[in-house]
């Protein structure tokens, strides 16, 4: 997630979540905030006149401030975690997790260790906390039980094999760039324990509808990584994917599109430009 240019005011208190507002309200502001913040990062990337690029950041910086900022974003991600809109992707991992039988198998001296990047709830996983402790993280905290971290830049010798599970829920695709997604997947292979378990969350449009990515590939990507696809949820008129990945060994791409460049791999004016570059 993007560093927000203005020093926002320290949140004390739980975060006021607005369940009244209407699910096509929260996805619309989601969207928009994920396209100007994906100009912004392009922007700064560029070579255009410093003059121009000011002007146009400064656009997009109005914009955002007319949504009501980071603060807007989170709120209504929040808001669509809560249980009147079905709960938050906890769910399913608490479901694999207990399907698997770790539950049973761990107690309060034997804990899972799971690490929540970009965490908006202090107390997703609350009810296992006999046999898992969560260290919820985020760039921007909406709560003061969650720690301010960002997870690209957490101490790589003191995490080393050291979480048991780290969730990416709905944060990869918030990273602008695509090289950054790829570097967040390696960092997350060299954060977890052997055979540990990363649960990774996408909209669905990420992989159903990207020019540069599809079911096949993301899973070539993974490998490449070093990591095995063990379970996967998603409908195809459902917004979200879910997967469960366990470490494994990295494996060698033999494929030309995992390369450290975009391939296109579907066409047509109405595709996304989402991908992962490893």
């Known amino acids: 997630m993007p560093k927000a240019r203005k020093k926002k005011s320290p949140v004390t208190g739980p975060v006021s979540i607005h369940t009244s507002t209407s699910s096509k309200t929260t996805r619309a502001v989601i969207r928009r905030f994920h396209v100007l913040s994906k100009q912004q990062a392009s922007l700064r990337n560029n070579s255009s006149s410093a003059a121009t690029t000011k002007q146009a950041l400064d656009q997009i910086d109005e914009e ?27 769910k399913v991992l608490i479901k694999w997790l207990n399907d698997m039988g770790l539950a049973r198998r761990h107690s309060p001296e034997t804990k899972l260790r799971l690490l929540e990047v970009g965490a908006l ?17 985020d760039l921007h905290p909406l709560h003061p039980s969650i720690k301010e971290q960002d997870f690209l830049l957490m101490d790589k010798i003191d995490n080393h094999e050291k979480w048991d599970i780290i969730s990416l829920s709905l944060v990869l695709n918030f990273v602008p760039e695509p090289q950054a997604r790829g570097n967040m997947l390696k960092l997350a292979y060299t954060m977890l324990k052997s055979e540990a378990w990363l649960f990774l969350v996408l ?10 990515l599809d079911f096949d590939h993301m899973q070539r990507i993974m490998r490449k990584v070093g990591f095995i696809l063990r379970k996967e ?46």
């Open 64 to 90: 955002l401030s007319r949504l009501g900022g980071l603060e807007a974003y989170q709120n209504m991600s929040a808001t669509g975690q809560g249980k009147e809109r079905g709960g938050g992707s906890e």
């Open 121 to 137: 709830r202090p107390d997703n996983y609350g009810t296992c906390s006999t046999w898992l402790e969560c260290t919820p993280i």
């Open 203 to 212: 909209p669905l449009p990420c992989v159903f509808n990207s020019r540069y």
């Open 233 to 278: 949820q998603w409908k195809k008129e459902g917004k979200i994917i879910y997967w469960l990945f366990q470490k494994g060994s990295p494996q060698p791409a033999n494929d030309s599109n995992v390369q450290d460049k975009k391939v296109v791999l579907r066409k047509g004016r109405n595709r996304n430009n989402f991908t992962i570059i490893v």
